[in-house]
C-alpha cells in the first residue's frame, strides 16, 4: 500500500505555524514603532510656516534680547564660565532668520528668503558689534579656553548644529504648544559663542580667531537650515504657488540651486571635520598605547599639527635607534595618522636631570612617609596601652557584678515561695540628688498578679521590702 505523499507533514504545519507567528509579531513591532515615531499626523503645516515667518524680523524686543543676550554669553565666554553662556543661550532668539533660510527654500518662497537673509546679516552684524564693543571695554584680555575652542569647527560642533535645527523644525511643525526654546538653548549652542568669539578676534586685532569663528558660525547656520530644509521635504509642506508659470519654474530652480549650493560646503565641511577628529583620536590613542604605556619613555613634550601632517615628540634621554624605528612602525598601524611625518628627539643630559630629580623627589617622599609611619606607630602603643586598662576594668567590673547579680538571683526564687502573689520582682540602683549632693539608693520593683485594696497592698508591699532589705542587708531599700 503506498504512502500519500502529498499529504503535509507536522513537521510542515509547525514551520508553517512559526512562520506566521514571526510575520505577525514583525508586523506588531512595525506598527508600534510607525505610532511611535509617526510626526505627520501631528503637523501644524501652515500655522509652522506663519510662525516661522513671525520669527524671522529682527527689531524692537528681539533686537534688544539679542545685545544683551550677547552680552552675557561674552561675559561668560571671556570667564570661561560655562553655566554663564548656558544662560545666555536660554534668552537668545538666534534661530529665526536661520529657520526661515531653510523652511523658504523648501517651499520655493523667494520673498521669505530675501527676508530671511536680510535679517540674518542684520542679526549677525548687531551680535558682533555688541560683542566687539564687551571685548573692547573689558579689562580682560586673554585667550580663554572657551573662545579658543570657537575659532575652528569641530564635530561635535557640526553635530549640534544638525540635531539642534532637527529638534528645532519639529518642535515648530507640531499642532499646539511647544517649548520650542529647549531647542533654541541647542542651536544657540552653535551660533552664539561663535558670534562673540568674532567679536573678540576684531577687538583684540587677531583676524585669525575672528575670522575661525565666523566660518564656525556659517557652517553651523548651514547645517540648522539644512536640517530645516530636510524635515520641511520630508513632511511635505506646501510650495508657494505662483499664478505665472515660468516665474513658478524660475523659482524652484533657483532654490534647487542655492540648495545644492549650501550642501557643498556643508558635506565638505562635515566631512573634514569627521577626518580631523578622527586623526586626532588615533594620535590620542598612539600616546596612550605606545608611549606613555612603556615605563623606559619618557615623553617631555609633543607637537601635533594636522594641517602639516608632522608629530614631533621630544624624549628625555638618549632615544636608540631601534626604540624610534619601532614607533615610527606602530604609527602606520593607525588608519588617520599613518602617514604623517613622526619626528624623534631625545636628550641624554636632560635624561640624567631628570632621573636625578626623580630621585631627590622619592628620597624626599620616603623620609615623608617613614615620618607619618613613626607617628602611626606612637599612636599604636598609645592605643594598646588603654585598650588594656579597659579590659582590666571590664574584668573587675564583671567579677563585681557575678557577686552582686548571685544573691539577688537566689533571693528572688526564695521570694516567689515566700509571697506567691508577685508575678514579677525587678531590683536596681539608682541615682537620686537633692541637687546639692548625688547618691545612689537601691529599689526593687514588684509587680502583683492580683490587686487589692490600698491598705492590703501596703501590708504586702512593706513585708516584701523588710525581708528583702535583710537577705541583701541593704541600710535602706526603696519600692517602686
Given at each position: 500500500?503506498?504512502?500519500?505523499?502529498?499529504?503535509?507533514?507536522?513537521?510542515?504545519?509547525?514551520?508553517?505555524?512559526?512562520?506566521?507567528d514571526?510575520?505577525?509579531?514583525?508586523?506588531?513591532?512595525?506598527?508600534?514603532?510607525?505610532?511611535?515615531?509617526?510626526?505627520k499626523?501631528?503637523?501644524?503645516?501652515?500655522?509652522?510656516?506663519?510662525d516661522?515667518?513671525?520669527?524671522?524680523?529682527?527689531?524692537?524686543?528681539?533686537?534688544?534680547?539679542?545685545?544683551?543676550?550677547?552680552?552675557?554669553?561674552?561675559?561668560?565666554?571671556?570667564?570661561?564660565?560655562?553655566?554663564v553662556?548656558?544662560?545666555?543661550?536660554?534668552?537668545?532668539?538666534?534661530?529665526?532668520?536661520?529657520?526661515?533660510?531653510?523652511?523658504?527654500?523648501?517651499?520655493?518662497?523667494?520673498?521669505?528668503?530675501?527676508?530671511?537673509?536680510?535679517?540674518?546679516?542684520?542679526?549677525?552684524?548687531?551680535?558682533?558689534?555688541?560683542?566687539?564693543?564687551?571685548?573692547?571695554?573689558?579689562?580682560?584680555?586673554?585667550?580663554?579656553?572657551?573662545?579658543?575652542?570657537?575659532?575652528?569647527?569641530?564635530?561635535?560642533?557640526?553635530?549640534v548644529?544638525?540635531?539642534?535645527?532637527?529638534?528645532?523644525?519639529?518642535?515648530?511643525?507640531?499642532?499646539?504648544?511647544?517649548?520650542?526654546?529647549?531647542?533654541?538653548?541647542?542651536?544657540?549652542?552653535?551660533?552664539?559663542?561663535?558670534?562673540?568669539?568674532?567679536?573678540?578676534?576684531?577687538?583684540?586685532?587677531?583676524?585669525k580667531?575672528?575670522?575661525?569663528?565666523?566660518?564656525?558660525?556659517?557652517?553651523?547656520?548651514?547645517?540648522?537650515?539644512?536640517?530645516?530644509f530636510?524635515v520641511?521635504?520630508?513632511?511635505?509642506?506646501?510650495?508657494?504657488?505662483?499664478?505665472?508659470?515660468?516665474?513658478?519654474?524660475?523659482?524652484?530652480?533657483?532654490?534647487?540651486?542655492?540648495?545644492?549650493?549650501?550642501?557643498?560646503?556643508?558635506?565638505?565641511?562635515?566631512?573634514t571635520?569627521?577626518?580631523?577628529?578622527?586623526?586626532?583620536?588615533?594620535?590620542?590613542?598612539?600616546?596612550?598605547?605606545?608611549?606613555?604605556?612603556?615605563?623606559?619613555?619618557?615623553?617631555?613634550?609633543?607637537?601635533?599639527?594636522?594641517?602639516?601632517?608632522?608629530?614631533?615628540?621630544?624624549?628625555?634621554?638618549?632615544?636608540?635607534?631601534?626604540?624610534?624605528?619601532?614607533?615610527?612602525?606602530?604609527?602606520?598601524?593607525y588608519?588617520?595618522?599613518?602617514?604623517?611625518?613622526?619626528?624623534?628627539?631625545?636628550?641624554?643630559?636632560?635624561?640624567?636631570?631628570?632621573?636625578?630629580?626623580?630621585?631627590?623627589?622619592?628620597?624626599?617622599?620616603?623620609?615623608?612617609?617613614?615620618?607619618?609611619?613613626?607617628?602611626?606607630?606612637?599612636?599604636?602603643e598609645?592605643?594598646?596601652?588603654?585598650?588594656?586598662?579597659?579590659?582590666?576594668?571590664?574584668?573587675?567590673?564583671?567579677?563585681?557584678?557575678?557577686?552582686?547579680?548571685?544573691p539577688?538571683?537566689?533571693?528572688?526564687?526564695?521570694a516567689?515561695?515566700?509571697?506567691?502573689?508577685?508575678?514579677?520582682?525587678?531590683?536596681?540602683?539608682?541615682?537620686?540628688?537633692?541637687?546639692?549632693?548625688?547618691?545612689?539608693?537601691?529599689?526593687?520593683?514588684?509587680?502583683?498578679?492580683?490587686?487589692?485594696?490600698?491598705?492590703?497592698?501596703?501590708?504586702?508591699?512593706?513585708?516584701?521590702?523588710?525581708?528583702?532589705?535583710?537577705?541583701?542587708?541593704?541600710?535602706?531599700?526603696?519600692?517602686?
Amino acid at each position: 500500500m503506498e504512502e500519500n505523499t502529498n499529504q503535509p507533514s507536522h513537521q510542515d504545519e509547525a514551520s508553517e505555524s512559526v512562520k506566521r507567528d514571526a510575520k505577525g509579531l514583525f508586523a506588531s513591532i512595525s506598527k508600534f514603532l510607525g505610532e511611535l515615531l509617526n510626526i505627520k499626523s501631528e503637523t501644524d503645516k501652515d500655522q509652522t510656516i506663519e510662525d516661522v515667518k513671525k520669527d524671522i524680523p529682527f527689531k524692537g524686543h528681539n533686537a534688544w534680547i539679542l545685545i544683551f543676550s550677547i552680552f552675557v554669553a561674552s561675559i561668560g565666554l571671556n570667564v570661561s564660565s560655562t553655566a554663564v553662556v548656558i544662560g545666555a543661550m536660554l534668552i537668545s532668539p538666534l534661530m529665526g532668520p536661520i529657520v526661515g533660510v531653510g523652511l523658504s527654500i523648501a517651499i520655493n518662497d523667494i520673498d521669505t528668503l530675501r527676508r530671511s537673509l536680510v535679517n540674518l546679516g542684520v542679526m549677525v552684524g548687531l551680535s558682533v558689534l555688541a560683542a566687539t564693543l564687551y571685548f573692547w571695554v573689558s579689562p580682560l584680555t586673554e585667550l580663554t579656553p572657551e573662545l579658543e575652542a570657537r575659532t575652528a569647527p569641530t564635530i561635535l560642533d557640526v553635530l549640534v548644529a544638525i540635531f539642534g535645527g532637527l529638534a528645532l523644525i519639529v518642535a515648530k511643525s507640531k499642532k499646539g504648544t511647544m517649548p520650542n526654546a529647549i531647542a533654541g538653548v541647542a542651536i544657540a549652542t552653535a551660533l552664539m559663542p561663535p558670534l562673540c568669539t568674532v567679536g573678540y578676534g576684531i577687538a583684540e586685532g587677531g583676524p585669525k580667531y575672528a575670522l575661525g569663528a565666523l566660518y564656525l558660525f556659517s557652517i553651523n547656520a548651514i547645517f540648522i537650515a539644512l536640517a530645516t530644509f530636510i524635515v520641511a521635504k520630508l513632511l511635505r509642506f506646501p510650495m508657494l504657488r505662483y499664478a505665472n508659470s515660468a516665474k513658478r519654474r524660475r523659482t524652484a530652480q533657483f532654490a534647487s540651486l542655492l540648495a545644492i549650493l549650501v550642501m557643498i560646503p556643508a558635506s565638505y565641511t562635515f566631512y573634514t571635520t569627521l577626518l580631523e577628529s578622527n586623526a586626532a583620536h588615533d594620535y590620542k590613542l598612539f600616546l596612550e598605547n605606545d608611549i606613555n604605556s612603556n615605563e623606559n619613555l619618557y615623553l617631555r613634550k609633543d607637537f601635533y599639527n594636522y594641517n602639516d601632517k608632522t608629530i614631533k615628540l621630544y624624549f628625555d634621554g638618549e632615544m636608540p635607534e631601534a626604540v624610534m624605528s619601532d614607533l615610527k612602525n606602530e604609527i602606520k598601524k593607525y588608519d588617520h595618522i599613518g602617514d604623517f611625518e613622526l619626528t624623534i628627539n631625545g636628550n641624554k643630559a636632560r635624561g640624567l636631570d631628570q632621573v636625578s630629580k626623580a630621585y631627590d623627589r622619592a628620597i624626599v617622599e620616603l623620609d615623608r612617609i617613614e615620618k607619618e609611619n613613626g607617628k602611626l606607630l606612637d599612636q599604636i602603643e598609645d592605643l594598646k596601652i588603654q585598650i588594656a586598662g579597659l579590659e582590666t576594668s571590664l574584668n573587675e567590673a564583671n567579677k563585681v557584678a557575678s557577686v552582686e547579680i548571685l544573691p539577688y538571683f537566689n533571693i528572688s526564687k526564695d521570694a516567689k515561695i515566700r509571697f506567691p502573689d508577685l508575678e514579677t520582682l525587678g531590683y536596681g540602683e539608682v541615682l537620686q540628688s537633692n541637687f546639692l549632693k548625688m547618691d545612689t539608693i537601691q529599689v526593687i520593683f514588684p509587680k502583683w498578679k492580683f490587686q487589692v485594696s490600698d491598705s492590703l497592698n501596703t501590708v504586702r508591699t512593706k513585708a516584701l521590702r523588710e525581708w528583702i532589705t535583710k537577705e541583701l542587708k541593704a541600710d535602706t531599700l526603696y519600692v517602686e
